[in-house]
């Protein structure tokens, strides 16, 4: 049974000068700002589509991930991982790098980047973005 997920943004303004907020079904977190200056050149207090983009992708690895080192037989105590996408003007987004540092009992490094490297071909958030460039880094902690 599909599930559809859900968020709002509303934008005031031209690209360059407008502004707006982004906000999410799910839940009571109110909104987050959005603007152009933020996405063009980088901010610690305003969100971008990126920053939505690598959460989205973060949040999906770790879960297929997870899912394949539990099918492998070595579930993991812990799944930390970052996701940094990249947006350049005039182009658009060029990349995700993902970098995810794990605890798995009784997995060698190497049977652990297969896994990894099969999660981030599986991951369904890695296949809508099929069109960028997605490299990985795994280790174990």
Same mark, same amino acid.
């Given at each position: 049974?599909?599930?559809? @997920?859900e ?6 303004? !031209?690209?360059? *000068?407008? @502004?707006?907020? +982004?906000?999410f ?8 700002? %959005?603007?152009? $200056?933020?996405? @063009? ?11 939505? %983009? ?7 690895f ?8 539990? *099918?492998?037989?070595?579930? &993991?105590?812990? +799944?930390?991982?970052?996701?940094? +996408?990249?947006?350049? &003007? ?5 990349? @995700? ?12 490094? *190497? $049977?652990? /980047?297969? %896994?990894?490297?099969?999660? $981030?071909?599986?991951c369904?958030? !890695? /296949? ?5 460039? %997605? ?7």
């Amino acid at each position: 049974m599909p599930v559809t @997920s859900e968020a709002n943004s509303t934008w005031t303004g !031209s690209l360059t *000068e407008g @502004s707006g907020t +982004v906000a999410f079904a799910s839940s009571n977190l109110g909104t987050f700002p %959005i603007d152009w $200056k933020a996405r @063009s050149e980088g901010s610690s207090t305003t969100t971008t589509p990126e920053e939505l %983009i690598a959460a989205a992708h973060s949040a999906c690895f770790s879960m297929a991930l997870s899912h394949a080192l539990a *099918e492998n037989g070595t579930p &993991p105590e812990r +799944v930390n991982t970052s996701a940094s +996408v990249t947006f350049k &003007p005039g182009t658009g987004i060029t990349g @995700s790098h993902l970098n995810v540092n794990a605890v798995v009992p009784g997995l060698t490094p *190497e $049977k652990f /980047q297969e %896994i990894a490297d099969g999660a $981030k071909t599986g991951c369904p958030v !890695s /296949q809508a973005l099929a069109g960028i460039e %997605i490299t990985l880094e795994a280790t174990l902690a």
